[in-house]
């Protein structure tokens, strides 16, 4: 069961396939495959078709995606957002799925955020504001998210008020959330049990800056919990922000956070999985004590909102299969890119999976999975 702030919801199950045809009467039909292509008959008894085996162990499948806007008021996409995760929801498909949500979930028309958006010299400084109906959440579901990151700077962008119709609204659907100051959101999958959770640069989430702060909610989290994610909206924004590099990041005369230092200390502390966004960008990756830290998996979603050039039109979903003590049992990265004005699909030239592999090689030579042209991710030999 899902547990947030003591608010319990369903947990999505998968069931293995069987590996061996039984016949009846006893009977199993197996084919041992050669290696020049021919195939061995070994249809007898059930009893003696296959000797026993241990049962596999269980692994937790992890599905992330990055920044996710489908809209802002007027600017909808077609048919209210039903369609609108039709081309990548092959891809969402995972024990647990999550996504950065940077749109409020809210019908309320006023933003003070951008009425008090100065730039130091008194000018009005560039300001975004973004909104969908609450009656969104639904499709978020349905595509197969099971929950959303809040910590981000849009989050508030209509308040109070609007955080709180987002948080009903992703209740009301399935979806649960992480990200508040202090939250630990818990899942079990297969008796497995997952925590997640949600930092960026902003004082009423957990925070990026603090680090100490966030090594210790690390080890509360992981204290009774097998597996441990981290969501970290981190780092500067826009295309030539696709390098990783030690030290704080600046944007818009905010702190973003070091994000090295941020994915590393969280390590540290007990994290198995770390999950970037904010740079709106894909950044590259890298296996840090055996942990895969992806340091922003860029636009997932932005229509109408978003631009699409370049380096901003492309990301990608993540998998990660993980066994309980958090070792690496495989995964794979999914390339994707924005259409039609911002809706996400699938991308058949992969250039999400070249783009990660070149910089995760730049950045972290060391340190820096090995890539297939597949997308498929694992650990260096």
Not at 160 to 179: E, I, K, N, S, Y
Not at 276 to 288: A, C, D, I, N, Q
Request: glycine fraction near 14%.
């Amino acid at each position: 069961m899902l547990s947030v702030s003591g608010v319990t919801t369903g947990v999505r199950w998968v069931a293995a396939g069987a590996a061996v045809v039984v016949l009846g009467a006893g009977y199993a039909a197996v084919r041992a495959g050669g290696s020049d292509g021919s195939f061995l008959d070994l249809t007898g008894p059930a009893a003696s078709a296959a000797a026993p085996q241990r049962p596999a162990e269980p692994t937790v499948r992890f599905a992330a995606v990055g920044d996710v806007i489908m809209g802002s008021t007027p600017k909808l996409p077609p048919q209210g957002g039903r369609t609108f995760f039709d081309r990548v929801r092959p891809g969402l498909r995972g024990d647990v799925v999550t996504g950065n949500l940077e749109s409020p979930l809210t019908n309320r028309t006023r933003s003070t955020k951008c009425e008090t958006a100065l730039k130091p010299s008194g000018d009005k400084a560039r300001c975004f504001a973004f909104r969908v109906p609450p009656g969104y959440a639904r499709w978020i579901g349905a595509a197969g998210f099971t929950l959303m990151n809040i910590a981000n700077n849009h989050s508030r962008d209509y308040g109070t008020p609007g955080l709180t119709d987002t948080t009903r609204a992703l209740r009301d659907a399935g979806v649960d959330h992480t990200g508040f100051a202090g939250q630990i959101t818990r899942t079990s999958v297969r008796g497995i049990r997952v925590v997640v959770l949600g930092f960026s640069p902003y004082g009423w989430t957990n925070s990026v800056l603090d680090v100490p702060s966030a090594t210790r909610l690390v080890r509360r989290a992981a204290a009774d919990a097998d597996l441990v994610v981290v969501n970290m909206h981190v780092g500067a924004e826009g295309a030539d922000r696709t390098h990783v590099r030690p030290g704080p990041e600046r944007f818009l005369g905010e702190d973003r956070g070091d994000p090295m230092r941020f994915a590393h200390a969280v390590v540290d502390a007990g994290a198995d999985l770390v999950v970037g966004h904010s740079p709106h960008v894909l950044r590259g990756m890298e296996f840090y004590r055996g942990r895969l830290i992806a340091y922003s998996l860029g636009n997932f979603a932005g229509y109408r909102t978003l631009s699409t050039v370049g380096p901003l039109g492309i990301g990608g979903i993540l998998r990660a299969d993980l066994h309980r003590d958090g070792t690496w049992a495989g995964g794979s990265l999914t390339g994707t890119h924005l259409v039609d004005g911002g809706l996400p699909a699938l991308d058949p030239r992969r250039g999400g999976v070249a783009l990660v592999r070149r910089l995760s090689a730049a950045d972290f030579p060391r340190s820096a999975p090995a890539i297939g042209p597949d997308g498929t991710l694992g650990l260096r030999r």
